[in-house]
């Protein structure tokens, strides 16, 4: 496609559970950035990856979220017994290099709901 | 830490109004700027950037200046739409990586 694509959009669930956020940047770009945004804040920075290696992985919150890019291109965020604080948009952005002034491409994010 | 702190909303105006939107950062080194936007359904999308002191940046009528005497890049517009209406978010790059610090951000609303 010829934007970043976020699947799910929406996805609800409950305390306790497995979560998977997927992400397939756009063609070529092989930097992939994670963000959270909570209700009413900028996007958090959580993990980036320059190819198939996370580069920087400094603001995952916790050991419960873990994310692979494993070939390099589609990227999936895991979240291991999810907790209500964990509730925020996902954005996902690819750039074609990384670097200081490389612009960044979002998706238009997965919103996780967890009751 | 680095840090953006940017002015908050939201900000209703009518149109052809002036709108600026203040932002201001903190930041060791000499960080690029940039000013993200939101419309509504839509992905943050790059509105315009600064890389280095007194560079503007400008897009679809939009400027800011890199001010580092005052650490700002304030947002300005002449006369605005009703189409832009969206959320806008200040940011500085956090490294060479490229990952983004950002704002809180600031929601617009212009009236017809």
């Known amino acids: 496609g010829a934007g970043v694509s976020q699947t799910p959009s929406n996805k609800v669930t409950e305390k306790g559970k497995y979560v998977e956020l997927r992400c397939d940047p756009i063609s070529g770009h092989t930097a992939l950035y994670w963000y959270r945004q909570s209700l009413g804040q900028g996007p958090e920075f959580l993990i980036y990856f320059q190819g198939t290696g996370a580069a920087d992985d400094s603001g995952l919150p916790n050991d419960r979220f873990f994310a692979v890019r494993p070939e390099g291109s589609v990227s999936t965020l895991k979240i291991q017994r999810t907790e209500r604080g964990d509730s925020a948009v996902y954005l996902c952005a690819s750039s074609l290099t990384g670097g200081r002034t490389g612009e960044l491409f979002f998706g238009e994010g997965s919103r996780l709901t967890v009751l | ?112």
């Open chain 2, 1 to 112: 830490g680095d840090s953006v702190t940017q002015m908050e909303g939201p900000v209703t105006l009518s149109e052809e109004a002036f709108l600026t939107i203040n932002c201001t950062y903190t930041a060791t080194g000499y960080p690029s700027l940039f000013w993200y936007v939101q419309y509504p359904g839509e992905g943050l999308q790059l509105l315009l950037k600064a890389t280095k002191a007194d560079d503007k940046g400008s897009n679809k009528g939009f400027e800011a200046t890199y001010r580092k005497e005052t650490t700002s890049f304030h947002l300005e517009k002449g006369s605005v739409q009703v189409s832009d209406s969206a959320v806008y978010f200040c940011a500085l790059d956090g490294g060479s990586q490229g990952n983004l610090i950002f704002g809180k951000g600031t929601k617009l609303s212009v009236k017809p």
